[in-house]
């Protein structure tokens, strides 16, 4: 996968369309190491005729941001995805860079571009693999290529670009300014990424390395999403 900068190309591509089920339940992970699930939470919609929405945050003890992350699936669109690095207070808040990613991330497994996994120093990142994972067993997940390795993405400079020592984010907001940069120019912008219907790939597959679009396998996914201060977050969808 070849990236420029930009210029933006867009792919279209028509896949069949999926019955994609309902998110059963969350289960997060601090930066502090603390594991929580909770409890079995079914969203029972119609996973053909209706959309499913389901919601979750999880707050790092040691700066209170919240890792934001929202699921929809609908059998018409396929599953879309939300991740931010959100501040919950009403002052600004001054986080410090880390990088205590729990799962690694490669530029073919999140977004092509924005604040995501294949930066230099990305806020927030996700992923998905086929198969329930747990966070005891996350490592251990083969996750899909959610990115076209064939075409060449124009990305614009993003956040984490030219590895800040710092963020400080906006009240009630996941808007940040980086500080600290190894460049000339520090970023602004969103703390966040995430997959949708008007993105640069469809919610209903993934692709191998040969370029080829595969669509979702009958079956059980977990989404991921992280951020740079050790925060998880998985969620979970069918596919029938």
């Known amino acids: 996968m070849r990236r420029q900068t930009l210029l933006v190309v867009t792919a279209v591509i028509v896949v069949a ?18 594991s929580v699930s909770s409890p079995s939470n079914t969203y029972s919609t119609n996973p053909i005729m209706q959309p499913t929405r389901a919601a979750t945050t999880v707050t790092n003890p040691a ?13 018409a669109t396929g599953v879309s995805v939300f991740i931010d690095a959100y501040n919950p207070s009403s002052s600004a808040a001054n986080v ?13 497994n999140g977004a092509p571009c924005g604040d995501d996994t294949y930066a230099q120093n990305p806020t927030v990142g996700f992923a998905i693999a086929e198969g329930h994972y747990s966070s005891s067993n996350v490592t251990e997940a083969k996750l899909l290529d959610l990115v076209n390795p064939s075409i060449t993405y124009s990305c614009s400079l993003y956040l984490g670009y030219a590895s800040p020592t710092g ?29 949708t219907t008007s993105s640069w790939a469809p919610g209903t597959g993934y692709w191998n390395q040969g370029g080829t679009f595969i669509s979702f396998p009958k079956g059980t996914y977990t989404v991921l999403a992280e951020d740079q201060w050790g925060d998880l977050v998985l969620a979970y969808f069918t596919v029938s």
């Not at 059963?24 to 992970?29: G, Q």
């Not at 700066?63 to 059998?75: A, G, I, K, P, Q």
């Not at 410090?96 to 073919?108: F, I, K, Q, R």
């Not at 906006?170 to 120019?185: E, H, I, K, N």
């Open 96 to 108: 410090t860079s880390a990088s205590d990613w729990v799962v690694p991330l490669t530029g073919n």
């Open 17 to 34: 369309l999926l019955a994609i089920g309902t998110v059963a339940y969350y289960e997060f992970t601090t930066g502090a190491g603390n």
């Open 63 to 75: 700066n209170d941001l919240e890792l934001r992350l929202s699921v929809n699936t609908s059998s």
């Open 167 to 195: 963020f400080l984010f906006q009240p009630l907001s996941d808007m940040a300014t980086s500080y600290g940069c190894d460049q000339p120019r520090c970023m602004s912008g969103s703390a966040s990424t995430g997959l």
